[in-house]
């Protein structure tokens, strides 16, 4: 089945890939990778902002890296002329978590956006991972994840 097939089963709507907040691009292709720049979580309201640990819950902070895994597949979805069937795999993510020097739930919080992308992908979502802890995020927001994705 195809990804934008299985998106649609899934009842599942991919926004519309965010622009740049900064001088930076969304993403760089070199060879068969593409190099996805940081996703901050947001939904169709705004921006998902709050400190995990002190006034976000573990289960806000979920919600928030899935919102962070749509908009990296808005970006590869971008990236490739509209065609998210060229994404082959992902490679790798790295998710920061504005969170308390005391929250180490971390991982559990940026499984959101890898469970998401295995649900969505299959065995093309299976990635590494690294999720680290970070004392402040840009905007306030929960989560921001990059990506590195392999395509065609």
Same mark, same amino acid.
Request: proline share 2%.
């Given at each position: 089945m195809s990804h934008t097939a299985r998106l649609t089963e899934l009842g599942i709507t991919l926004p519309d890939a965010p622009m740049p907040a900064a001088n930076y691009v969304p993403a760089v292709r070199s060879g068969d990778l593409l190099f996805v720049s940081g996703q901050v979580s947001a939904d169709a309201? =705004? +921006?998902m902002v709050g400190k995990l =640990?002190?006034?976000? %819950? $573990?289960? /806000?902070?979920?919600?928030?890296?899935? %919102?962070?895994? $749509?908009s $990296? $597949?808005? /970006?590869v979805r971008a990236a490739c002329d509209g065609d998210l069937d060229r994404l082959e795999q992902v490679v790798k993510l790295t998710g920061f978590v504005n969170s308390t020097p005391d929250f180490g739930d971390q991982p559990k919080v940026v499984n959101g956006a890898s469970d998401l992308l295995v649900e969505i992908l299959g065995d093309a979502?299976?990635?590494?991972?690294?999720?680290?802890?970070? =004392?402040? +995020?840009?905007?306030?927001?929960?989560?921001e994840i990059e990506g590195i994705f392999r395509v065609k």
């Open positions: 309201d =705004g +921006l =640990g002190a006034d976000a %819950t $573990l289960e /806000q902070g979920v919600a928030a890296a899935r %919102t962070c895994a $749509l $990296l $597949l808005a /970006q979502g299976k990635h590494s991972r690294s999720a680290v802890s970070a =004392g402040s +995020l840009p905007f306030g927001v929960m989560v």
